[in-house]
């Protein structure tokens, strides 16, 4: 069962060593197919020297086992949440990259400084609150999803033009059209989050790039007049 979607999840989750976005386990991706209702994921806990496609593990929207030999990812609820709740995103990744995650540990939000973070993201990366005792443990993975969707919703982010979050004390979340795509975030997130750190060790005064800078870049790349690139011949 969806033996190139497993193939296509296995290859997604094999960039984040790749790209030094994790360290032992720490970290997944997932990627969905919208058609049946179900989304591959990362088996909880296996080194990744060890996986292969055939040890993704099929889960539906309720984070309920479909099909695999092995238990889902433990962050499998978060995953089943962004899906059920944004149906426009094809891949979800977590990891504990070292600055994203020194951003979340600080609760701060990572501010747009330049041109690299408005080429992907909108202004800034949000960082969440801090989930309540109760919420951890009612259902910590499941309430993880459900407050990045609604802080997202009540501060009016778009979660396309803004495909990253940092959830506090713990660590970031990305998303894009299909895994690779989420990786792709997730990578950007990283070098974002280690050169806003960097600024603000060299000028602990400096202000985020202004507005218009930040349209400029972000709109050249995204929406009906991009012309960054080879989609559209000038």
């Known amino acids: 069962m969806l033996e190139e979607l ?7 989750n094999m960039l984040l060593p790749k790209y030094g976005l994790v360290t032992f386990t720490w970290g997944n991706v997932s990627g969905v197919d919208r058609e ?24 539906d929207f309720d984070g ?17 949440w962004l899906y059920k709740n944004w149906s426009d995103i094809g891949g979800v990744v977590h990891t504990h990259s070292s600055y994203a995650t020194s951003w979340a540990q600080s609760g701060r939000d990572i501010p747009c400084y330049g041109t690299t973070h408005a080429d992907y993201y909108y ?5 969440l609150r801090c989930l ?36 506090k004390n713990h660590g970031p ?12 975030s997730a990578v950007v997130l990283e070098e974002v989050g280690k050169m ?12 985020p790039a202004p507005q218009y800078l930040q349209d400029k870049h972000y709109f050249r790349k995204h929406g009906p007049n991009a012309y960054y690139g080879q989609g559209k011949q000038l």
Request: hydrophobic fraction near 35%; proline fraction near 8%.
């Open 6 to 12: 497993k193939k296509q999840v296995y290859e997604a």
């Open 196 to 207: 806003a750190y960097r600024t603000e060790l060299i000028n602990p005064k400096v202000q």
């Open 64 to 80: 309920s086992k479909v099909e695999g030999d092995m238990n889902p990812s433990s962050d499998t609820p978060t995953h089943a």
């Open 173 to 184: 979340f990305a998303w894009g059209k299909d895994p690779v795509d989420a990786v792709h």
């Open 123 to 127: 202004g800034p990366v949000p960082c």
């Open 36 to 59: 049946k209702g179900v989304f591959v994921i990362k088996p909880s806990g296996v080194p990744y020297e060890d996986l292969r496609p055939e040890d993704m593990v099929v889960v």
């Open 132 to 167: 309540t005792k109760e919420e951890l443990d009612e259902a910590y993975e499941k309430n993880t999803g459900k407050l990045i969707v609604d802080d997202f919703k009540a501060r009016a982010i778009d979660h396309n033009a803004v495909s990253a979050v940092l959830c």
